[in-house]
């Protein structure tokens, strides 16, 4: 373990620590919200609370900067929580205590939550700051962005003072993003009626790990696997070699992150026991063939299990032809921002057991249309196989505006602080951006952050001087905004 808070900058790294010292899961942050909302009166710091549970903290100008535009810098608190099978992890209660490796902090078996506590640090020690040049600023940190961002979907429109807003949630440093994809959740429900374990079979349990996972908007594009069409991949195709019955499914952990492991509890003639054992040693061999270079470590287990029950033959063939059929990945490159994805679609968790079915789809698109269209697509399917199908959580995507004076104004102190020319991305995962400039249509917003790899991942890492150069920034930014016309 390293003491985070020892770091440079140290006035953004004590903050980190806090946030690794709180947990935070998604609808679980009033515990770390109330500590920060305490820590900032204890300055004198004006808070708010809004009804959404969003902590918003504001700071006077320093003297002479008053006329300046007011900034609103922008973070969420909650972060996904993922460990790897075997790791003794409780996200409600343990600290996350990450190691230093190469100039990168890392959670070797947890996810880190640099994703978007890095970003929540820096608004932080803008606000303990004493000695930086800023103009009015306010840092909202919002609630459950990972879970279908209800805290920027709850944000009351009027309560923000700023003009232009400052989100500090990518991870490539360098990079200034100024446009981002919407989403809608998709969420399909089946019941079914247990049949009685058939005289005569073998029962394992099939499992599908060794996969990277990731982000499923960031990541969606590399071609990694998932746990979840693996596993059903490999159902379908085993119930062409033998009479397999399925007994309990479970995959995936989170709408927003590709699906690292899966597990089946299945049934099958105890004769066909060796045929079995080999087709899973070719299905594995060939998934590593298919998935070179970005997800070769894929493995494919079974393990002796128990089961009284299994699905019948109907129900199975219903299930797994839709979960099959479902869509995963890249439905459409943008033919509007080149090399950037336009809509995907993530198949996130999906659970079998005790005579009910659930599964859950993140679909994202750059436009509003793309992924009401896939979600409507995926709605039908689900509903052809006899599930009651609902959408969530829909939130609109951030439309890109090259000539934002905000955008210019990060690329002229960026030049001017490192001597060379910053990128402009669109992105394709999902920022608060969106919902918030749907409700202050005037704000002029920017998102920009250090280089973080691996987030909603156990591993995730993030490059500690590249979080340093992004405090360098920031302050040269809130430095250099213009006076209010």
């Not at 996350?96 to 078996?109: C, F, H, Q, S, T």
């Not at 805290?151 to 009027?158: R, Y």
């Not at 996130?348 to 679909?363: Q, R, W």
């Not at 749907?438 to 987030?455: E, L």
Request: with cysteine.
């Amino acid at each position: 373990m390293v003491n985070i808070a020892a770091l440079e900058p140290t006035i953004v790294w004590e903050h980190f620590q806090t946030l690794c010292d709180i947990p935070r899961p998604s609808k679980h942050e009033a515990a770390l919200r109330d500590y920060l909302k305490g820590w900032a009166e204890l300055r004198g710091l004006e808070t708010v609370v809004d009804a959404a549970g969003n902590l918003i903290v504001r700071k006077a100008a320093t003297p002479g900067m008053e006329d300046r535009v007011g900034v609103v810098l922008q973070g969420h608190l909650d972060m996904v929580c993922q460990a790897n099978t075997g790791t003794v992890h409780d996200f409600f209660n343990d600290p996350i205590r990450p190691v230093l490796k190469d100039g990168w902090l890392i959670a070797e078996n947890t996810t880190l939550g640099a994703d978007n506590g890095i970003g929540v640090a820096l608004g932080l020690a803008v606000l303990a700051s004493d000695d930086i040049a800023h103009g009015p600023v306010e840092v909202l940190m919002t609630l459950d962005e990972e879970a279908g961002m209800g805290g920027a979907l709850g944000l009351e429109p009027g309560l923000l003072q700023g003009r232009m807003l400052i989100n500090i949630d990518t991870e490539e440093w360098g990079e200034f993003y100024m446009g981002c994809a919407g989403g809608i959740d998709v969420n399909a429900r089946r019941s079914y009626q247990p049949q009685p374990l058939p005289a005569g079979f073998e029962v394992r349990q099939l499992t599908v790990a060794g996969l990277v996972g990731g982000h499923s908007g960031a990541d969606i594009h590399l071609g990694r696997g998932n746990a979840n069409k693996v596993l059903i991949r490999l159902l379908r195709e085993l119930e062409a070699v033998t009479d397999l019955r399925v007994a309990t499914f479970s995959g995936g952990t989170a709408r927003n992150a590709l699906a690292r492991e899966a597990f089946a509890v299945v049934a099958y003639p105890a004769a066909d026991g060796d045929k079995l054992a080999a087709y899973l040693d070719a299905f594995q061999a060939l998934m590593r063939f298919e998935l070179a270079g970005v997800d070769e470590g894929v493995s494919i287990a079974a393990n002796l299990a128990s089961a009284g029950e299994v699905l019948a033959p109907a129900d199975q063939q219903a299930i797994f032809s839709a979960l099959h059929a479902a869509p995963h990945g890249v439905k459409r490159m943008s033919q509007r921002v080149a090399g950037v994805v336009e809509t995907s679609n993530n198949l996130g968790v999906v659970s079998i057991a005790d005579g009910k079915v659930f599964t859950n789809l993140m679909v994202r698109s750059l436009l509003d249309s793309g992924f009401r269209n896939l979600a409507g697509e995926i709605v039908g399917l689900f509903r052809l196989a006899g599930f009651e199908v609902d959408t969530e959580g829909g939130y609109p995507g951030w439309a890109p505006n090259p000539a934002s004076p905000l955008l210019a104004l990060f690329q002229q102190v960026y030049r001017q602080q490192f001597g060379a020319d910053s990128g402009v991305q669109v992105i394709h995962a999902g920022l608060e951006c969106g919902i918030i400039g749907a409700k202050y249509p005037q704000m002029d917003m920017v998102s920009f952050g250090p280089n973080i790899r691996g987030a909603h991942a156990p591993g995730e890492r993030v490059e500690v001087a590249s979080v340093g150069k992004a405090w360098q920034l920031l302050q040269a930014v809130l430095a250099a905004v213009p006076a209010s016309v």
